[in-house]
């Protein structure tokens, strides 16, 4: 069966120190694998999203970065963290556009960032 | 470009009555689905319920249900019989069939009254 992880579940980082998070797809191949962000009481923010190895769309200019480096692998980083970088983050999957049967969007069990 | 639109920022409902959260969105395309998830607080995202654009039928699943008008571009969710363990943030989202795009509202934040 399909499932995704995503980790750390909880993070607290000082400013300017690094950042991973990783989210990993299991049971599916080239998956179409996204990045959001949600602030306190606020909808879900598209960061990243991508439909292969190595292909990344950036949806809003920021101090986040995205990499896949495998099929099922999908990391968001920062090399310097700001305090608005504060937020949950989820990573969210969709079935292969070359299987329409059955599309859902699977998400991953979140991460908290608190930035201090 | 697609657009999901709610434009119900909040809404709130006593317990054992029903609520419709609304939900609207702007597409060319006919090969769509439609999907409305919970969102409690521990900000686990829930599926409720899903929807296939070529289907006329309306899904249901068991309390919830959706009035899905495609021509008026209409997606609404009504929540009968509703529940304490209802209360949450609702998300509608829209995936283009055969594409990466996929789009969310901005939520409607439901309250249910004992």
């Known amino acids: 069966s399909q499932t995704i992880h995503q980790w750390p579940a909880t993070l607290v980082q000082p400013v300017g120190s690094p950042l991973s998070l990783e989210c990993t797809v299991e049971?599916?191949?080239?998956?179409?694998l996204y990045w959001y962000r949600q602030a306190a009481g606020r909808g879900l923010q598209l960061l990243f999203y991508?439909?292969?190895?190595?292909?990344i769309s950036s949806e809003v200019p920021q101090n986040l970065s995205a990499s896949r480096p495998q099929d099922r692998q999908f990391i968001l980083s920062s090399k310097k963290l700001l305090l608005s970088d504060s937020g949950f983050y989820l990573c969210a999957w969709v079935r292969s556009t070359r299987d329409r049967v059955g599309n859902t969007i699977y998400f991953g069990e979140g991460s908290w960032l608190t930035v201090v | 470009a697609q657009t999901v639109t709610q434009s119900q920022p909040e809404m709130s409902v006593q317990e054992a009555e029903t609520v419709t959260l609304s939900c609207t969105y702007d597409t060319s395309e006919s090969d769509y689905y439609l999907f409305w998830y919970k969102q409690p607080p521990s900000r686990q995202m829930i599926l409720v319920i899903r929807?296939?654009?070529?289907?006329?039928q309306n899904a249901t699943e068991n309390r919830f249900s959706v009035n899905f008008q495609k021509a008026a571009k209409s997606f609404s969710l009504k929540i009968s019989d509703s529940q304490l363990g209802d209360a949450a943030m609702y998300f509608c989202?829209?995936?283009?069939?055969?594409?990466?795009?996929?789009?969310f509202g901005k939520g409607t934040k439901l309250t249910v009254n004992p």
């Open positions: 929807q296939e654009a070529y289907k006329q």
């Open positions: 989202a829209y995936i283009q069939g055969g594409s990466e795009k996929l789009v």
């Open positions: 049971g599916t191949s080239n998956p179409n």
């Open positions: 991508s439909v292969g190895i190595g292909q």
